[in-house]
């Protein structure tokens, strides 16, 4: 099952990825309804790479993470892990893999079963594989529980003797037991204080470099993924509309949608001149806007936004936004 390792291959390719549910109330004229939670997205992440996937709440991100893991099937195209097709798997290969490609959860506590002890929540998954023998399992989990910032005394506590802090802490050893390649971070600080993220962003930071991790960094807060990733794509609606090194989306971001999630984070626009905000809800994904999906909301729309969908545009190297009039920082705008 194994395919030669390219370092020039990306370790995650995404190609034209969607997933529509089928929702069971039909419309007036008798129509099956489709909610088009992810659409067409396509990305790569490199070995040892950070991608911060960014939008707001029920923008797709965090589905487009599970179909990743494909822990729900795509409806359409391609993930590729390590060269190898992960939707063309059958059950004992999709169990190999998902070894190597792991999930930590937003809400660590609903994540783990209250009543299992942190020792055995770590090693869990080891059993479950089949890997290793009580010996090898215990030693195991001593480094497990170092390297997150743990030690033998938490092993025996259960979850609710944990703050939310050392929660997330078991949450990630548990994700690290496998030794994965490949993690999918679901919001993973969002519901820490802000002190307590840091040290975690800190902590996924120091087991990146030393354990050669690469991450999908899913979030709504633009400025937690400021602080850890490398490239950032931005999702709305469904799509992903601009995707560009970090550097490119915080200082030079050319589309309106990233302008206005920038300027509602004051840290992560610190620096810019952008004037967008955006307002009022999120669309429905069930019968979206035609053309540009952001048309309803976009302070810069003109005529053909509502008509044609707007191609990716090139911006800079590895730099794309997709926007009529997509500029890096605001420049060439329609008056
Ligand atoms: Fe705004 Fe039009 Fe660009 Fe869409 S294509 S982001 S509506 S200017």
Redesign the pocket.
């Known amino acids: 099952m194994s395919a030669p390792a390219n370092a020039a291959e990306p370790l995650l390719r995404v190609d034209n990825l969607s997933k529509t549910f089928p929702l069971s109330r039909k419309s007036l004229l008798g129509e099956r309804r489709l909610l088009r939670a992810v659409d067409d997205v396509s990305f790569s992440i490199a070995r040892g790479e950070t991608l911060g996937l960014v939008g707001e709440s029920g923008c797709g991100k965090t589905t487009t993470g599970r179909l990743v893991l494909r822990l729900i099937e795509p409806t359409g195209g391609a993930v590729l892990f390590k060269g190898i097709d992960v939707l063309d798997r059958g059950p004992a290969e999709m169990r190999a893999l998902r070894r190597e490609m792991q999930i930590i959860f937003q809400d660590p506590f609903g994540a783990l079963n209250p009543r299992m002890t942190a020792g055995e929540l770590i090693i869990e998954p080891l059993v479950i594989h089949g890997v290793g023998d009580s010996v090898s399992r215990e030693r195991r989990l001593r480094r497990l529980l170092d390297l997150v910032g743990l030690t033998t005394h938490h092993a025996g506590r259960f979850p609710h003797e944990f703050s939310g802090g050392q929660r997330q802490r078991l949450c990630i050893a548990r994700a690290l037991s496998l030794e994965p390649a490949f993690l999918v971070c679901d919001e993973a600080v969002s519901a820490l204080d802000v002190s307590v993220q840091a040290q975690i962003l800190n902590l996924l930071q120091d087991l990146k470099r030393e354990l050669g991790l690469t991450y999908l960094f899913i979030s709504h807060d633009l400025g937690v993924v400021r602080h850890i990733a490398e490239r950032v794509a931005v999702m709305y609606l469904g799509q992903i509309v601009e995707m560009g090194p970090r550097l490119a989306i915080f200082e030079q971001s050319g589309?309106?949608?990233t302008q206005a999630l920038l300027n509602s984070v004051p840290s992560a626009g610190k620096g810019r001149r952008s004037f967008f905000t955006v307002k009022g809800d999120v669309p429905s994904a069930i019968d979206p806007p035609s053309g540009?999906r952001?048309?309803t909301r976009?302070p810069?729309?003109?005529p053909?936004?509502s008509t044609t969908t707007?191609p990716p545009v090139a911006l800079g190297p590895g730099h794309t936004a997709a926007?009529?009039?997509?500029a890096p920082g605001n420049a060439s705008r329609p008056q």
């Open positions: 589309h309106p949608y540009c952001f048309h976009c810069i729309a003109r053909i936004c707007p926007c009529h009039f997509a």
